[in-house]
């Protein structure tokens, strides 16, 4: 979907030291005989688990294979559709945070003995299955522990390291370790029907995983595969899971445009309006700045959606399209000198970089003079093509990585905390995938497991880490009324989707959701109401985001563009709070009031309609 510069010019550009594992710039797949991805990846709801602190049979980090499949049955009653497993290789006990994670693998092909047997393993994913909630496990890409047995059996495989472990060296030709991979990965879906993976880091080799994917659905069994943060790759990757998230892991900012203005967020996305700020570092030192508000020297012009580009291949033409828009971006008044970098970010705290120098960023297309692929100078004007749309497209609520090192010790890291608002409008109804870690929907204290350090790689402070990975869910709080309450009304979200998936699912294939604003009155801030429909029904979503006031709000619901304008009556259903239906007349539809009580409480902070023609 992205292209970065020829390798010209990105030789051109002073050279940076990071501690993540260099990335070689590799073809992505454009083949349409690539399986595609399975039918029910429309209607996923993904749930983080932690597998050690899920449950606690045995006290501190003691949860295993057998204690989460004994929580299955709650998890089918909330709704979810999809387990993220972030727990089940062979891992050191205490690398990072000082407790055991997943991230520390030593063997990926080896289940940890501390969590289970292999038939354990088997038999909690086919409970799962029957029980109509798919498994994907996390997959370690980068590299493995350095004293692990396959670093001194096969020490060509690795080169340099990362995350105090030794990275593989997955550019070295190596087509042992290749087969080795693809092995693993093929024979956790065909022995014990796993349903995709979510790759931690990077993808490193989008061939590898093309192979495993091939290899899945010949087995009859498709997969879904989603990387932590780069975008899709069509046939081979489905969505990101860092794509749209709603709060920054390090320090709970949260992103204002998902809490507050969801037809926002898409108009962003497709590229018909945004804030967008530019800045150049010369290789002189000196830096530049320029937005969309006419500020600072450098012009920045938003230009609306353009055909895509794709990755250069040897023997090419660069800038081949790849099927999916971008953003384009005119900039005017640029200093004619060689510059180090170029990036661009968003009000939504996206950002994109001709080189990656931030963890995060995503790569950039700059359309230049030939002259500058050799000397990186790109003045006086340049056309920056940025990519906002994916194949799949996620939201994530909450991860793991919430918590992350130096986040305050004071602060809870889960992002709700009761929120119904931002349960609902900003995430669950949401036409994207929602990524959440367990615990969030019944508002779950925070309970750092004994050990758990705020430093990376732990030794102090034990007990005081706020990652979320390492908190221990206290399931007595469901005894309490408040949590009780939390884990009603997010039952009663994820139900409302998905009875009406026809309308409040995902769409796919980078397609502009049908989606718009419904202008309001209100005399409270609130988040802008939307309105989603299809062919027989339309869904208004209105939110309160107020802890202390309820909201009334007068909504002025046009529906003309929907396939269900032009009818005399419609009959309205309070999907949240169960009202009888109840039939309106299109001039009442155009002048709705409704109240919206205070967030944080049962039944709060959300109102959800349904709307339909009368027969």
């Given amino acids: 979907m992205f292209a970065l ?3 010209a010019h990105l030789t051109a550009i002073a050279p940076t030291v990071e ?24 209607d996923l709801i993904l749930y983080e688990v932690a597998t050690k602190g899920f449950t606690s049979p045995r006290g501190p980090e003691s949860g295993t294979f057998a204690s989460l499949k004994e929580k299955l049955p709650y998890l089918q009653t909330l709704g979810i559709t999809g387990i993220w497993l972030a727990g089940y290789s062979l891992c ?54 350095k004293d692990c047995p396959l670093v001194r059996q096969h020490p060509s495989w690795f080169r ?3 995350w105090g472990m030794a990275d593989f060296d997955w550019t070295g030709g190596h087509t042992d370790l290749d087969d080795w991979w693809v092995k693993i990965y093929t ?51 489905d969505f990101s899971q860092r794509e749209n998230m709603i709060c920054a892991s390090e320090s709970g900012l949260m992103n204002e445009i998902l809490l507050d203005d969801i037809p926002g967020f898409f108009a962003h996305k497709f590229g018909r309006s945004g804030f967008y700020e530019v800045e150049i570092r010369y290789r002189d030192g000196e830096m530049h700045k320029g937005n969309t508000k006419g500020e600072g020297p450098i012009e920045v012009h938003l230009d609306g ?30 200093e004619r000198k060689p510059i180090a970098n170029l990036t661009i970010h968003n009000e939504a705290g996206e950002q994109w970089q001709l080189r990656s120098e931030a963890w995060g960023a995503h790569p950039l297309f700059i359309d230049v003079p030939e002259e500058a692929l050799y000397t990186g100078i790109l003045g006086p004007k340049a056309e920056a093509c940025i990519a906002t749309l994916v194949w799949g497209s996620s939201v994530q609520l909450s991860c793991h990585d919430n918590g992350w090192a130096g986040f305050p010790l004071d602060k809870n890291p889960y992002v709700a905390q009761g929120s119904r608002s931002i349960f609902g409008y900003s995430f669950l109804l949401s036409p994207m995938i929602p990524i959440f870690f367990s615990g969030e929907e019944f508002n779950a204290g925070y309970h750092p497991l004994p050990t758990l350090s705020p430093s990376l790689y732990g030794g102090k402070d034990a007990g005081k880490g706020r990652w979320l990975y390492g908190s221990m869910l206290d399931w007595n709080e469901l005894q309490e009324p408040g949590h009780k309450a939390m884990l009603a009304d997010v039952q009663k979200m994820i139900s409302i989707r998905r009875q009406h998936s026809g309308i409040l699912a995902m769409t796919p294939g980078g397609d502009a959701p049908n989606l718009r604003a419904v202008p309001c009155e209100c005399a409270a801030k609130i988040p802008v109401p939307y309105l989603r429909w299809n062919d027989r029904a339309a869904i208004v979503v209105a939110a309160n985001r107020n802890r202390d006031q309820d909201a009334a709000i007068e909504l002025v619901i046009d529906l003309a563009g929907t396939s269900i304008d032009g009818h005399e009556r419609y009959i309205v259903t309070d999907l949240w709070s169960g009202a009888a239906a109840r039939t309106h007349s299109a001039a009442d539809i155009k002048s709705f009031a409704i109240r919206v009580q205070r967030d944080g409480n049962t039944g ?10 009368t027969a």
């Fill in 5 to 7: 510069l020829p390798a």
């Fill in 19 to 42: 501690e993540e594992p260099a990335i070689t710039p590799l073809e992505r797949p454009r083949d349409e005989a690539q399986p595609a991805a399975p039918a029910w990846i429309k």
């Fill in 92 to 145: 050191d006990p205490n690398h990072f945070y000082n407790i055991w994670t997943q991230y520390a693998v030593i063997e990926p092909d080896k289940l940890d003995p501390s969590l289970g047997t292999k038939q354990e393993f088997k038999s909690l994913v086919d409970t799962a299955h029957s029980r109509g909630i798919k498994v994907i496990l996390d997959v370690i890409t980068h590299g493995l522990m």
């Fill in 160 to 162: 340099g390291g990362s």
């Fill in 187 to 237: 024979g956790f879906v065909v022995e014990c029907g796993i349903d995709g993976y979510r790759l931690d880091v990077n993808i490193y080799r989008p061939d590898l995983w093309e192979r495993i994917r091939r290899n899945a659905a010949a087995a009859g069994h498709p997969i879904v595969i989603f990387e932590e943060i780069n975008p899709a790759i069509p046939g081979v990757t």
């Fill in 305 to 334: 959606l353009v055909p895509g580009r794709a990755s250069r291949k040897v023997g090419e033409d660069f800038g081949k399209p790849d099927g999916l828009p971008n953003v384009h971006l005119t900039l005017d008044h640029i």
């Fill in 604 to 613: 709060g902070g959300l109102a959800v309609f349904k709307i339909e023609p």
